[in-house]
C-alpha cells in the first residue's frame, strides 16, 4: 500500500517543486548583459542604436513628460496633467526649480533641483519629439546597476547631468552593460527620495523595501516573493500601471491596478464570508496595511509660512513634522480625484482647508471602496482676490530662507504677475497607501475597527455610528 | 553565597560591556578609519588638477579598485614620499591600513550603493 502511494506523493512533490521554480523565476529581473551589443557607451546614442523604437514610447511616457492624460481628474478638461504643470504641497512645483546648483554660505551644494530625479539628462521635456529629446532620455538611470550620476555646468554655462564616471571610460563601459528590467533598488532612489527626504513624500515607500523581510512586506520580501515594482506595474511600452489616488496623468488610462487584476488574488479573496462581505466595499490595503512609515518618518505636515533652518546642513526648509508608525485615515474612493489646479479658485473642504487631491465617492456610490490614505497637510501662499494657490521658487529660499521673494519669482513664472499680495492657507492631501502589506496575522481585526476604540471615523464615512452597534440596512449595490 | 554570585554576576556583566563597547569601537573606527586614512595619505597627490591624476573613491568602479589594489598599487607608489612623515608612503603605511583603504575605496566606489568624494 506504502509503495502504490509512494510515486504519486513523488508526482504531487515535483509538481509542487516545478510551481515553484516557475514562480520564482516569474519574479527575478529580467538581466541581459550588453558586452556583445556595444564596446563603447557613449551617451544615449548608444542605446539608439538599438532600441529607438523603445525610447520613442518612453519619449511619451509620464516618467519623461511628467504630465499626461487625466482622465481620472474629474476637473482636468481633457487637460494634459501631471508634476510638470500642476503643483503639489511639498516642494510646491518643478517652474524655476529644475535644475541648477544651489550653495549654502559655506559653498556646499544643498541642491541640483527636481531633475535629479527626471529620466532625462536635464532639458526639459518637450511636446514634441526631436533627436535632441531623445539623445536626452537617461535610460541608465533605470536600467544599469551601478549607475551614478551628477549635475556638471559646461564651458557655455548649461547643466547636465552625466555619469559620475564620465572621465573612466573602462569603467563606464562596465556599468552600462550590466543592463536589467528596473529593481526596486532602482526605484526606490527616486520614490523614496523624493520631497526632500527618505520617505518624506508617499509614506510608504520606504528605502527599507529594498531588501525587506517579510513582516515589512509580503511581497517584496527579499526571502520570499521577492517581488520587483514592475511585477505590479510594468506595463507595456513603458506604460507604467497604477497612478495610486493623487496623481494627476495616468500612464495606462484603459488599466486599472488592483490585487486581483494580475490574477495574483481571487476576487473574492478570502474563504471567509464574513470577510469576503467586507472586501466588497473595503480595499485590501485597509486591513493589510494598518500602519505605514514603519521604518522612517514621513512628512505629516509642511508649513511654507514658517521657515527652519537647520545649522548642521546651513540650508532653510520649511517647517516640516515627520512621524512614524502612522495609522490611516480612511475615505471612500471611486478611482477619480478632484485636484486643486494652478489658476483655478481655491477649493474648500468643509473643515476650512484647500483640498489639493480629494478622492471622489461616498457610502451611495456603487464604484466606491474605502481605501487607506496618508492624510498630508501644509500652509501654502493664496494669491490674494483670485483665490489662486501659488507655489514657491524653493531653490532660492533652501539657500537664503528668504520667502517672500521665493514666492514673487514664482507668482511670476507661473502667473506672470508681480508684487503679488497673498495669504497663507492650510492644505490637506489624501495620499493612497498600498505598500508595506504585512502578514495576514497583523492584518486589522474586527475589534479594531467595530470596537470600542475603533480606528474608523464612521461619521466621516457616511455612517450613524459603528455600523456593528447599529446593524444598518445592507449598502445598495 | 547569594553575595558571592552577585559579586560573580557583576563581574560578568562589567566584562561583556568592555568588550561590547571595544567591539563597537573597532568596527566604528575601522569605518572612520577609512576615510581619514585616504584623506590623510591618498588626497594630497590625487586632488583636483594634480599632476597624478584626480583620484576619490568614485573616480572607479568597484573592480577597477580591487584590480588596482591587487596588480598595481604597490608598483606604482614603490616610489612616494609621504612629506608629513619623511619616510616612503609603503613603509609607513601597514598592510591593514591598506587594507582599510582599499574597502573605503570600495565600499564607496562610483557603482557602490554610496559613491562618495573623500570631502564628503
Avoid at chain 1, 173 to 184: A, D, E, G, H, L
Avoid at chain 1, 199 to 207: F, Q, S, T, V, W
Amino acid at each position: 500500500m506504502k509503495n502504490n502511494r509512494l510515486p504519486a506523493i513523488l508526482l504531487i512533490f515535483a509538481i509542487a517543486a516545478l510551481f515553484n521554480v516557475t514562480e520564482s523565476s516569474a519574479q527575478e529581473v529580467t538581466k541581459k548583459s550588453h558586452g556583445d551589443y556595444f564596446e563603447h557607451y557613449e551617451g544615449t546614442k548608444t542605446c539608439l542604436q538599438c532600441h529607438e523604437k523603445d525610447a520613442e514610447n518612453f519619449f511619451h511616457s509620464q516618467h519623461y513628460q511628467w504630465k499626461g492624460e487625466a482622465p481620472k481628474i474629474v476637473n482636468a478638461g481633457n487637460r494634459k496633467l501631471g508634476k510638470l504643470n500642476t503643483f503639489n504641497d511639498f516642494c510646491t512645483s518643478p517652474t524655476g526649480n529644475w535644475i541648477g546648483f544651489v550653495k549654502n554660505s559655506r559653498g556646499e551644494i544643498i541642491s541640483r533641483g527636481c531633475s535629479a530625479c527626471h529620466a532625462g539628462n536635464g532639458l526639459l521635456p518637450s511636446e514634441t519629439m526631436s533627436r535632441q529629446q531623445l539623445e536626452n532620455i537617461d535610460c541608465l538611470i533605470c536600467h544599469a546597476s551601478g549607475y551614478r550620476r551628477d549635475l556638471y555646468q559646461n564651458e557655455k554655462g548649461d547643466f547636465e547631468w552625466k555619469p559620475i564616471l564620465w572621465k573612466n571610460q573602462e569603467g563606464l563601459n562596465s556599468v552600462s552593460k550590466r543592463i536589467s528590467s528596473p529593481t526596486r533598488v532602482m526605484c526606490l532612489r527616486c520614490h523614496s527620495a523624493s520631497g526632500g527626504g527618505a520617505n518624506y513624500k508617499r509614506g510608504d515607500l520606504e528605502y527599507k523595501l529594498a531588501n525587506p523581510d517579510r513582516s515589512f512586506d509580503v511581497h517584496m520580501a527579499s526571502e520570499g516573493k521577492n517581488m520587483q515594482c514592475v511585477a505590479c506595474h510594468g506595463g507595456e511600452n513603458h506604460r507604467v500601471l497604477g497612478r495610486g489616488t493623487d496623481l494627476s496623468g495616468s500612464d495606462t488610462v484603459d488599466k486599472t491596478l488592483t490585487c486581483d487584476s494580475a490574477a495574483c488574488h481571487s476576487s473574492p479573496p478570502h474563504k471567509n464570508p464574513v470577510l469576503n462581505k467586507h472586501s466588497a466595499n473595503i480595499n485590501c490595503t485597509v486591513c493589510h496595511i494598518p500602519k505605514f512609515a514603519r521604518d522612517e518618518p514621513t512628512d505629516m505636515m509642511r508649513d511654507w509660512s514658517k521657515p527652519f533652518y537647520s545649522a548642521e546642513a546651513d540650508k532653510y526648509s520649511a517647517t516640516i513634522a515627520l512621524q512614524k508608525d502612522v495609522t490611516p485615515v480612511y475615505a471612500w474612493f471611486n478611482g477619480l480625484t478632484k485636484a486643486q489646479l494652478p489658476g483655478e479658485p481655491a477649493n474648500l473642504l468643509p473643515d476650512g482647508t484647500v483640498g489639493i487631491m480629494i478622492p471622489q465617492g461616498t457610502r451611495d456610490d456603487p464604484k466606491a471602496k474605502i481605501y487607506a490614505f496618508k492624510l498630508h497637510q501644509a500652509k501654502l501662499p493664496l494669491l490674494a482676490e483670485k483665490n489662486w494657490l501659488i507655489p514657491i521658487t524653493v531653490e532660492h529660499f533652501f539657500a537664503n530662507g528668504q520667502i517672500d521673494p521665493a514666492i514673487q519669482s514664482a507668482a511670476k513664472e507661473l502667473y506672470n504677475l508681480t508684487s503679488v499680495k497673498y495669504t497663507w492657507v492650510a492644505t490637506t492631501r489624501y495620499m493612497g497607501i498600498f505598500h508595506g502589506v504585512q502578514p495576514k496575522a497583523q492584518a486589522l481585526k474586527c475589534m479594531d475597527c467595530h470596537g470600542p476604540k475603533g480606528i474608523m471615523d464612521w461619521k466621516t464615512l457616511g455612517y450613524k455610528g459603528n455600523p456593528m452597534a447599529l446593524k444598518p440596512p445592507p449598502r445598495k449595490n | 553565597m547569594k553575595i558571592a554570585k552577585l559579586i560573580i554576576s557583576i563581574i560578568w556583566i562589567f566584562l561583556g560591556s568592555i568588550l561590547i563597547t571595544t567591539q563597537g569601537v573597532s568596527a566604528g573606527g575601522d569605518k572612520e578609519n577609512g576615510k581619514d586614512l585616504y584623506k590623510q595619505n591618498c588626497r594630497l597627490c590625487h586632488e583636483k588638477d594634480s599632476p597624478n591624476g584626480e583620484f576619490t573613491p568614485m573616480s572607479l568602479t568597484q573592480d577597477q579598485w580591487k584590480a588596482f589594489f591587487k596588480n598595481k598599487f604597490e608598483a606604482k607608489h614603490k616610489d612616494v614620499i609621504l612629506e608629513r612623515e619623511k619616510k616612503k608612503l609603503l613603509e609607513f603605511l601597514t598592510t591593514k591600513q591598506i587594507e582599510i583603504i582599499q574597502k573605503y575605496c570600495v565600499d564607496h566606489a562610483a557603482d557602490s550603493e554610496q559613491p562618495q568624494t573623500c570631502s564628503e
